[in-house]
């Protein structure tokens, strides 16, 4: 089965612009996460969705940033206005269905903000 | 709040070593335990899970074993390979939100095999 595929790969932009990531989940994954890898540490979860409600984002800085599940597929996630610690790769992952462990990554997108 | 505590590295070994990346855990409950890998220029990948204390997780020579005593799930390899070269990770699923299947990861260890 096809992976989960992630674009753009690289992203480079100023500050205070905005800058959109999309993910398309392996098909039939109902939960779908968005995570953030600062250079040096761990994924940090910043969303969860379960087909196209929000289950977690309470490690998301709604002030900037935001994220949708149209239709329980594909995903998109936004920032705006982008800030210089916004600089990390961002990563998508997904999950078949409940009771299930095994989370499956994308290759992320590495973001850059001067 | 849980938290996952990794040795830190690089880590740089000669190829047929004896690997052993510590990783000791905070949590409330009895969360499943996971080690990922990262090979470069690829996303994570589950290497080896552990769902209850003493369960012991293997794959592709790895072992990690589910420690609640000393809450730790070190990752040991007995002969490593220049292939084994990558970034590990360890993890604990949170569930404090019913449903949800959230992972805490440590901050990584690079791992360097040299032949």
């Known amino acids: 089965e096809a992976g989960v595929a992630q674009s753009p790969r690289y992203k480079i932009i100023e500050k205070r612009q905005s800058v959109a990531f999309w993910c398309n989940p392996i098909?039939?994954?109902?939960?779908l996460y968005w995570y953030q890898q600062i250079l040096g540490q761990g994924p940090k979860l910043l969303i969860q969705f379960q087909n196209n409600g929000v289950v977690d984002d309470s490690q998301l800085p709604k002030d900037r940033f935001s994220a949708e599940r149209l239709k329980g597929v594909d995903s998109t996630l936004k920032i705006q206005p982008a800030k210089l610690e916004d600089s990390a790769v961002y990563l998508c992952?997904?999950?078949?269905?409940?009771?299930?462990?095994?989370?499956?990554f994308g290759p992320g997108t590495r973001l850059t903000v001067t | 709040g849980n938290s996952v505590t990794q040795m830190e590295g690089p880590v740089t070994l000669s190829e047929e070593a004896f690997l052993t990346i510590n990783c000791t855990y905070t949590?409330?409950?009895?969360?499943?335990l996971f080690w990922y890998v990262q090979y470069p220029g690829e996303g994570l990948q589950l290497l080896l899970k552990?769902?209850?204390?003493?369960d012991k997780g293997s794959n592709k020579g790895f072992e990690a074993t589910y420690r609640k005593e000393t809450t730790s799930f070190h990752l040991e390899k007995g002969s490593v390979q220049v292939s084994d070269s990558a970034v590990y990770f360890c993890?604990?699923?949170?569930?404090?939100?019913?449903?949800?299947?959230?992972?805490?990861f440590g901050q990584g260890t690079r791992l360097t095999i040299n032949p």
């Open positions: 992952a997904s999950r078949r269905r409940s009771g299930t462990y095994e989370q499956y």
């Open positions: 949590a409330t409950g009895y969360p499943s």
């Open positions: 993890a604990l699923s949170d569930r404090r939100i019913q449903g949800a299947q959230k992972l805490v």
């Open positions: 552990a769902t209850k204390a003493d």
């Open positions: 098909s039939g994954h109902a939960t």
